[in-house]
């Protein structure tokens, strides 16, 4: 499966790690990278996060979103800071939502996935919502302008 | 462009719109080219409003908080004149479909609606759709405070979330800032309620859960008073929870009411409040000023107050039995002395529920303009409000509403029925609604025995999906297929008034489709020899119960 990484538009060698399926993985503590099912309970890794390098989260169906909940529980909430790979069936129509979520590296099948990957982050440049991808939203924005023109004054 | 007394797209709003133009243009342009396949497009274009329906492409395009400027309402009809057949259907979210688009020019016809600040962005498919409010919104007597502000919040925090935009299923979120709820808080996955605690401060109560649909279930308060600075916290909390945990394996058991009923509301305040407690100090609380900001740009017009009595409107009730019918359906106190709420009928005898033509579309919008401050609601019940009317004004506008046909005197009444499109236009219906309603309302179009027989509602839904919320109807009508006959499964009783929500006990068989009038017939004549002074249907039933009524009706079948 083509791996790709944030800004390349082709895809990248897989360093052929292989994560741990969760509950193994816990069992065992073997390696550094882990892979969850989307109904896993992402804050499990809760006391580990700071020693793994690679989390894969699964979209079974593109249309099944539970990952960008774990996503951004480990990015927000457990303040994971490896990679976040989204395995299974990744489209190019979801990265704007991925990007945000916090995923970095995406493997997908799609025709066109890499250079989709390149535009995703400007598709949009206004977002309403904070989340931990350091990007100011629309009421952010709007206050600094307000405190700007205030100044000016 | 007319000065607003309603949110306004800044340029972030604008841009935001104007890429996600950009974006399913693109879309449209992988799938036509076979880029797509039918099956990774659909959700695509669900969440831009666009429907594969049965004879053509449908677009739902989204009223934010049911309200319209008269310069948007006249963009919808030049553009159901140009992408569409010259007309359009209010639908009980308050929104606007077209029925008959092609595929090809569904991105210019999303483009026109940019112009005018406006967008069909999830107004379909597994994500928060539009956020609906109560229609006389501030304008209304009885108000607490303008729940559009929070619902204008809503409509920014929930557009394109990162997270919460490929949920189990749809989710729907309705806000009131009245105790008479206009906005069914009770029947939606998320209703909110502002209302005020012993120190006169405002909240929400938290209504999580409700729904119509194949499983009718009122909603369970999970925050009795929820600050206001703590909404969005609150939201994506609930939210995250569903999106764990609500059910994927079974599409009519995706809802969060399924979720709610099957851990139990404790349980899910647990989950809820354990998640809130880590997102509510975030980035999420709102600022005062982000509050303020929003709250600013729905200040009410400059109305000054005015006498209560104006001598042209006293004479002409004297003089027009019509206009006096009127005066007492469709128009409703506001909270400026001297002006009133008046409702624009979309229910004229035989005519299908909530359908306006384009020229209707710039008839409303021209009154507007003369009468109420260029600004139109759409009500959840189909209708068409001009919110700020002065009182003197009252009969030039029911002169003009008449010569558009939307002066019928009909409004609560029993010919104000709310009908989905049914089996004339959707493919998921079971049977027609509108042909149904066009009848009954036929049949009772006698204005002064409307108003005899008083507050009615009747509701109709094609199938069990319930779009046209039979289950909260007074008289709820149901559509059902029996081995390829449409048969129609009647229910009494629904309600979706505060603090009296209930839904519909079924009469008994399903009836033929050429016997729902005489149904309907015979529950009235039930009624009006049982009821006591004043008593409405919906009260006479709830005293009598529903024997009575079931005898009647299949006496006479």
Redesign the interface.
């Known amino acids: 499966m083509p791996l790709y990484r944030e800004r390349s538009s082709t895809p990248v060698a897989n360093d052929g790690v292989v994560p741990v399926p969760l509950a193994d993985w816990l069992r065992q503590r073997n390696g550094s990278a882990v892979s969850l099912a989307n109904t896993d309970d992402a804050d499990g890794l809760q006391p580990h996060v700071a020693g793994l390098t690679l989390i894969t989260l699964h979209f079974p169906k593109?249309?099944?979103?539970?990952a960008?909940?774990q996503a951004?529980i480990l990015r927000e909430?457990l303040g994971y800071r490896g990679e976040l790979r989204a395995v299974g069936n990744v489209?190019q129509?979801?990265l704007?939502?991925?990007l945000?979520?916090g995923f970095d590296s995406f493997e997908s099948e799609q025709?066109?996935f890499g250079e989709a990957l390149i535009k995703a982050r400007t598709?949009?440049?206004?977002?309403?919502?904070?989340?931990k991808d350091g990007r100011p939203?629309?009421?952010?924005?709007?206050?600094t302008g307000?405190v700007m023109l205030a100044a000016a004054e | 462009m007319p000065d607003t007394h309603f949110y306004r797209y800044?340029e972030?709003?604008r841009?935001?719109v104007a890429?996600?133009v950009e974006?399913f243009r693109d879309?449209v342009r992988r799938r036509l080219a076979g880029?797509l396949t039918e099956e990774?497009f659909k959700?695509?274009r669900l969440t831009n409003g666009l429907y594969l329906q049965l004879h053509a492409y449908m677009l739902r395009i989204a009223i934010p908080y049911g309200t319209l400027s008269s310069r948007q309402l006249r963009k919808l009809a030049e553009i159901s004149r140009k992408y569409d057949r010259g007309y359009g259907h209010f639908t009980t979210r308050q929104n606007l479909q077209l029925h008959w688009i092609k595929l090809e020019q569904a991105p210019d016809a999303i483009a026109a609606l940019a112009e005018v600040d406006m967008h069909s962005i999830q107004t379909s498919g597994?994500c928060v759709r539009n956020t609906t409010a109560d229609h006389f919104a501030g304008a209304a007597a009885d108000e607490i405070e303008d729940p559009r502000v929070w619902c204008e919040i809503v409509r920014?925090?929930s557009?394109?979330?990162?997270?919460?935009?490929?949920?189990p299923r749809k989710f729907k979120i309705a806000i009131t800032g009245s105790p008479n709820d206009r906005a069914a808080v009770r029947v939606h996955d998320i209703g909110l309620r502002l209302w005020r605690n012993n120190d006169g401060e405002a909240g929400f109560e938290v209504i999580v859960g409700g729904g119509l649909g194949r499983t009718p279930m009122i909603g369970k308060t999970l925050r009795e008073f929820l600050p206001k600075d703590e909404l969005l916290a609150y939201l994506e909390a609930t939210l995250?929870v569903y999106?764990?945990y609500g059910r994927?394996d079974n599409l009519f058991k995706a809802r969060i009411k399924i979720l709610v009923h099957e851990i139990g509301a404790e349980k899910m305040r647990k989950e809820v409040e354990a998640e809130y407690e880590?997102m509510k100090d975030?980035?999420?609380k709102l600022?005062l000023?982000?509050i303020e900001?929003i709250a600013q740009q729905f200040a009410p017009p400059p109305l000054r107050p005015k006498l209560e009595r104006v001598p042209e409107v006293e004479a002409l009730k004297l003089e027009d039995r019509n206009f006096a019918l009127w005066l007492k359906s469709n128009v409703a106190p506001h909270r400026v002395p001297g002006h009133a709420i008046v409702t624009a009928s979309l229910k004229p005898a035989g005519a299908p529920p909530g359908d306006c033509s384009a020229a209707q579309m710039e008839g409303v919008a021209d009154i507007a303009d003369a009468y109420s401050f260029s600004e139109i609601r759409v009500s959840h019940e189909q209708n068409l409000v001009l919110p700020h009317v002065a009182l003197e004004d009252l009969p030039a506008v029911w002169r003009a509403l008449g010569r558009l046909g939307f002066a019928e005197a009909n409004v609560g009444k029993i010919t104000d029925i709310i009908a989905c499109p049914g089996l004339d236009y959707c493919a998921l219906a079971n049977a027609r609604s509108i042909p149904v309603a066009q009848r009954i309302s036929n049949h009772f179009a006698a204005i002064a025995r409307q108003h005899d027989i008083g507050d009615l509602k009747i509701k109709i839904s094609g199938c069990i999906n319930a779009c046209g919320h039979h289950h909260v109807g007074h008289i709820g009508i149901l559509g059902v297929d029996k081995n390829g006959v449409e048969l129609y499964q009647i229910s009494l009783g629904g309600d979706v008034d505060f603090g009296r929500t209930a839904l519909g006990t079924i009469l008994g068989p399903a009836v033929p489709a050429d016997k729902v009038v005489e149904s309907v017939d015979a529950l009235v004549a039930t009624y009006l020899e049982a009821r006591t002074d004043g008593e409405r249907f919906v009260d006479t039933y709830r005293r009598i119960g529903v024997q009575p009524f079931k005898d009647r009706v299949y006496a006479a079948l």
Do not use: I, M
């Not at chain 1, 939203?137 to 206050?143: E, I, N, W």
């Not at chain 2, 557009?159 to 949920?167: A, D, Y």
């Open positions: 593109f249309s099944d979103g539970r960008y909940s951004r909430r489209l129509d979801q704007p939502f991925l945000r979520c025709k066109g598709l949009f440049s206004v977002v309403y919502q904070p989340t939203t629309a009421s952010q924005l709007r206050l307000r | 800044d972030y709003d841009r935001l890429e996600r974006q879309q880029e990774q959700p695509l597994n920014q925090w557009t394109l979330h990162p997270e919460f935009s490929f949920l995250r999106n764990r994927r880590s975030s980035a999420l600022s000023e982000t900001a």
